[in-house]
């Protein structure tokens, strides 16, 4: 089952603007992730931010994390075309289950000229 | 091969057909992962294989569905008596490190597209 939801569902902005995403999840984590799928590909890792950070930043992205809300951004700045993709974030539990990833629903993102 | 790498990248089945997908991690890489993703989905978890023990098959929806890594390298992932609902992208991952090393990243293959007609 899919740890939680993503917001909004689909987002479409002009090139140059910030987009930001939204994941919201169910239980307590190790870490949270983000990744990227464009279509005919795989899953790309973005960047992770563990339980006990609040934010964290790589490139033109920016992560927050909020444990006492359980939910976490992903602020993409100056987007691009290429950025065009879709968004999945994911968490790692503290269960027996490894370093199974619990992924949420996705956000689309359509970046335009 | 620099990543990991699946095949076929489509699969079309009739309903009732047996099907194995292939998984090639990256060289070395001591986890691996088989996740389900359905149209419009997030990826779900289905197996979990540390070299070429399966510590955690709890995410395998039926009796049908059987993943093996004899060797500790390949992976395959068989469906048998293949059913309309399993239509679906089929991803491989695969770390480096094994289970407890929770930021160990995965990467993912390009995923087999599997349609049951």
């Known amino acids: 089952s899919q740890q939680g939801e993503e917001d909004p569902q689909a987002l479409s902005i002009q090139e140059g603007e910030n987009a930001t995403m939204n994941c919201s999840y169910k239980?307590?984590?190790?870490?949270l992730q983000w990744y990227r799928q464009n279509s005919g590909r795989g899953l790309v890792h973005l960047i992770l931010?563990?339980?006990?950070?609040r934010e964290k930043h790589s490139g033109r992205l920016r992560v927050t994390l909020d444990t006492s809300k359980k939910s976490s951004s992903l602020l993409i700045t100056a987007s691009r075309a290429a950025d065009t993709a879709s968004y999945f974030c994911?968490?790692?539990?503290?269960?027996?289950?490894?370093?199974?990833?619990?992924f949420g629903t996705g956000t689309q993102l359509k970046v335009e000229l | 091969g620099a990543g990991v790498s699946q095949s076929p990248r489509y699969k079309v089945a009739k309903r009732g057909q047996d099907v194995a997908l292939r998984c090639d991690p990256i060289?070395?890489?001591?986890?691996l992962f088989w996740y389900q993703q359905a149209l419009g989905q997030g990826p779900e978890f289905l197996t979990y294989?540390?070299?070429?023990?399966?510590?955690?098959k709890s995410g395998l929806p039926s009796d049908r569905f059987f993943a093996e890594r004899p060797e500790g390298s390949v992976s395959t992932l068989k469906i048998q008596r293949t059913q309309q609902e399993d239509s679906a992208v089929y991803l491989c991952a695969s770390s480096f490190l094994g289970s407890g090393v929770a930021a160990d990243t995965q990467y993912f293959g390009p995923g087999t597209r599997l349609t049951v007609l």
């Open positions: 060289s070395g890489h001591v986890s």
């Open positions: 294989f540390q070299n070429e023990a399966q510590l955690d």
């Open positions: 931010i563990r339980s006990n950070e």
């Open positions: 239980t307590s984590i190790n870490n």
């Open positions: 994911a968490t790692l539990g503290f269960t027996g289950g490894g370093n199974k990833l619990t």
